[in-house]
C-alpha cells in the first residue's frame, strides 16, 4: 500500500496544530459531502483519505509515529538514491519530478472541486407566469396613471353621453386639447366657471367653452379640478 501525505490531503503544513487539522477536515468534508453532490469515486476516495489524515493527526500517538515513518521514507529514498549509484543531479531531477506529479494531482483536484460548486450551484431562476403577470400589471397602472386616455371606458349608452352634466371650476383651471397629461392647454378660466359636460374618461370631462374670438371650442377638463354643482335638479326620463 502507497505512503499516503495526511498533510496534503488535508491542504496543511506539516507544524500545524490539532485546532488547524480539524478546521481543515471540516471544510474539506464540507466539500464533498454536499447535500447535492452525487458523491462520484473522486469525492468517496477523498472521503475516505480525510477520515484516515484527521484520525492520525488529530492523534498525538499517532502523529508522533506516523511522522517517524514519513522522515525515515524519505531518508531511505535518498539512501537508496546513493545506493543506486544515482548522480545528486539526477536526484534532484527525480525530486522535481516528483514535485511536479504532486503540483499535478493538486491542480486535478482544484478542478474537480470547481466542478463540484459548479454542479452544487442553485438553478437559475426564470420568469413564471406570477412574476410575468406582475410585470403586466405595473405596466398596466404607470399607463393608466399618466396616460388615462387610454383608458376611455366610462361610456355607458348613447343616452347616458348626451345628458349634461353641470361643473364649476374649484379654482383658476386649464383647459388641455386632448386628455393627455402633456397636451396642449388652450385656454384657462377662473375659479368658479361653470361647464356642461359632453363626455368623460377616467381623470377628465371633455366640455365646450367659448374663446377669447368668440367661437365654441372643446377641450378638457382635470376632474379633480371640477366639482360638480349639486344644487341642480335634473330632469326624470
Not at 3 to 14: E, R
Not at 64 to 71: I, L, N
Not at 77 to 103: N, T
Not at 155 to 173: I, L, N, S, V
Request: glycine share 4%; proline share 4%; aromatic share 10%.
Amino acid at each position: 500500500m502507497s505512503f499516503k501525505n495526511y498533510y496534503d490531503i488535508l491542504g496543511i503544513d506539516s507544524d500545524a496544530d490539532t485546532a488547524e487539522i480539524k478546521e481543515a477536515f471540516r471544510v474539506m468534508t464540507a466539500r464533498y459531502s454536499s447535500s447535492t453532490n452525487k458523491m462520484d469515486d473522486f469525492s468517496q476516495t477523498m472521503l475516505k483519505n480525510l477520515n484516515e489524515a484527521v484520525e492520525v493527526l488529530a492523534n498525538p500517538e499517532k502523529r508522533k509515529a506516523y511522522d517517524e515513518t514519513r522522515v525515515l521514507l524519505d531518508d531511505s529514498m535518498r539512501l537508496s538514491a546513493v545506493h543506486q549509484g544515482i548522480k545528486p543531479q539526477d536526484a534532484s531531477r527525480i525530486a522535481e519530478s516528483i514535485l511536479k506529479h504532486f503540483e499535478q494531482e493538486k491542480r486535478l483536484k482544484a478542478k474537480h472541486e470547481s466542478l463540484l460548486l459548479v454542479k452544487n450551484a442553485p438553478p437559475a431562476k426564470h420568469f413564471t407566469s406570477v412574476k410575468v403577470f406582475l410585470c403586466l400589471l405595473v405596466i398596466g397602472a404607470t399607463t393608466f396613471y399618466y396616460h388615462p386616455d387610454k383608458f376611455d371606458f366610462i361610456k355607458g349608452t348613447p343616452e347616458h353621453e348626451q345628458r349634461a352634466y353641470e361643473w364649476y371650476t374649484m379654482d383658476t383651471t386649464l383647459i388641455y386639447a386632448k386628455p393627455k397629461t402633456k397636451s396642449k392647454v388652450i385656454h384657462g378660466v377662473p375659479a368658479h366657471t361653470g361647464f356642461n359636460g359632453i363626455s368623460e374618461t377616467t381623470f377628465y370631462i371633455k366640455i365646450t367653452f367659448t374663446d377669447a374670438n368668440g367661437k365654441s371650442r372643446e377641450g378638457f377638463i382635470k376632474k379633480k379640478e371640477l366639482e360638480k354643482n349639486r344644487t341642480l335638479i335634473y330632469p326624470t326620463p
